[in-house]
C-alpha cells in the first residue's frame, strides 16, 4: 500500500536556524513527490515537484531532495514568515490519485 | 496569476441534505481532483476527473458522492444526504498535465448539524 510519513510532527526554529524536515515514501512505482505549504484555513500551495533519485529543486531558502526512500526539504536560515505546516505527497505510476503525509508544523520564532 | 476558485467558502447544512460544491479550475487546465481535509488530520484523495469521466476514485467516494463537469469551466461536487462525518474541508485542485503540479483551491469548510 502507498504511503507517506512525515517527520518530525512539529518543529521549532529560532529565526536563521537552518533545519531538515523528513518525508518517508512507499509507493509502487514513483511518478512524483510533492511538496506543498500549507497555512491555517487555506489550501495546500506548491513548492516543488521531484520526480528522481538524486534530484535536487531550490526556491529562496528552501531546498528538496529526493532518494529512493525518502525526500528532505532544507529551511535555510528560516524567518518567522516561514511558519507553516508542510506536506509531502506522492503519486505512483499509472495511478490519479495523490497520497499525503500528514505534515510537519513548522513555528519560526524572531 | 491564474488560481482555483472555489464557493462557497463556508457551508452550513442539516444532516440529510444534498449539498453541491463548486470549483472554477484554471482554464487550460485537463485534470481536475476533490479532497478532503477533516480538522487536524491529513488531506485525503476523494476523486480525479478527466476527459470527462472519473479517472480514480477512493474508498471515500461512495455512492453517496458525485462529480460533475456540466459546462467548459465548472466542476462540482455533489454529497447527497450528508452525514456528520461529512464536515471537513473540501479542496478542489486541477493539473494541466498528468506529470505537472495541482494547484489548489482555498476551500470549502462544510459543517454538517
Known amino acids: 500500500e502507498d504511503q507517506v510519513t512525515q517527520s518530525p510532527e512539529a518543529l521549532r526554529l529560532q529565526e536563521g536556524e537552518s533545519s531538515s524536515l523528513n518525508c518517508s515514501y512507499t509507493v ?51 524567518k518567522p514568515e516561514d511558519s507553516a505546516t508542510y506536506l509531502c505527497a506522492v503519486q505512483a505510476r499509472g495511478g490519479f490519485k495523490t497520497i499525503f503525509g500528514a505534515g510537519t508544523r513548522l513555528f519560526v520564532k524572531a | 496569476e491564474p488560481e482555483v476558485t472555489q464557493t462557497p467558502s463556508h457551508q452550513v447544512t442539516q444532516m440529510g441534505q444534498e449539498v453541491i460544491l463548486r470549483c472554477v479550475p484554471i482554464s487550460n487546465h485537463l485534470y481536475f481532483y476533490w479532497y478532503r481535509q477533516i480538522l487536524g488530520q491529513k488531506v485525503e484523495f476523494l476523486v480525479s476527473f478527466y476527459n470527462n469521466e472519473i479517472s480514480e476514485k477512493s474508498e471515500i467516494f461512495d455512492d453517496q458522492f458525485s462529480v460533475e463537469r456540466p459546462d467548459g469551466s465548472n466542476f462540482t461536487l455533489k454529497i447527497r444526504s450528508t452525514k456528520l462525518e461529512d464536515s471537513a474541508m473540501y479542496f478542489c485542485a486541477s493539473m494541466g498535465g498528468a506529470n505537472t503540479e495541482a494547484f489548489f483551491g482555498q476551500g470549502t469548510r462544510l459543517t454538517v448539524v
Not at chain 1, 510533492?34 to 529562496?60: H, I, M, N, V
Open chain 1, 28 to 78: 509502487s512505482g514513483l511518478r512524483g513527490l510533492f511538496w506543498y505549504r500549507q497555512d491555517p484555513g487555506k489550501g495546500p500551495e506548491f513548492l516543488f515537484t521531484l520526480y528522481s533519485a538524486g534530484e535536487e529543486k531550490e526556491k529562496e531558502r528552501l531546498k528538496a531532495t529526493l532518494t529512493k526512500k525518502e525526500s528532505f526539504l532544507h529551511i535555510t536560515a528560516p
